[in-house]
């Protein structure tokens, strides 16, 4: 129904930069809220940076200042612009977004989460 693909992550020296992208696809009616999350093995999964519709942004305090998450385009794809990366932003960075959507079964139009598939980040010191 719904499908949420991260791409961008990669391995990078601190001090550089990446844009992971978070393309979702599906009978997508509208998209509430977006968010990057991450995580380290042996750890929960943090928050990172948030964004809703309305475009009110709440972000970690580790990444303030160096992160930046836009809203969906009309692709539905939205954006987390990481600058002055550091190697403990090493992890697996995880997409997530509330969204209305049609379900081809029911033809109801539910509002639900859903979470891609992570992708890497590694920073060299």
């Known amino acids: 129904q719904v499908q949420l693909v991260e791409s961008g992550g990669g391995l990078v020296q601190a001090g550089g930069s990446l844009r992971l992208s978070c393309a979702a696809s599906?009978?997508?009616?509208?998209?509430?809220?977006m968010g990057w999350y991450r995580q380290t093995p042996g750890n929960r999964r943090e928050l990172v940076a948030t964004?809703?519709?309305?475009?009110?942004?709440n972000y970690a305090d580790s990444v303030k200042g160096r992160f930046t998450i836009s809203t969906p385009d009309a692709k539905n794809t939205g954006y987390l612009q990481m600058n002055g990366l550091k190697p403990e932003d090493t992890a697996v960075y995880y997409c997530?977004?509330?969204?209305?959507?049609?379900?081809?079964?029911?033809?109801?139009?539910?509002?639900?989460?859903?979470w891609g598939q992570g992708t890497q980040v590694t920073v060299s010191s």
């Open positions: 997530n977004a509330e969204v209305v959507y049609r379900d081809g079964s029911t033809f109801r139009e539910p509002t639900a989460n859903f």
């Open positions: 599906g009978t997508i009616l509208s998209i509430h809220n």
């Open positions: 964004i809703t519709r309305a475009g009110f942004t």
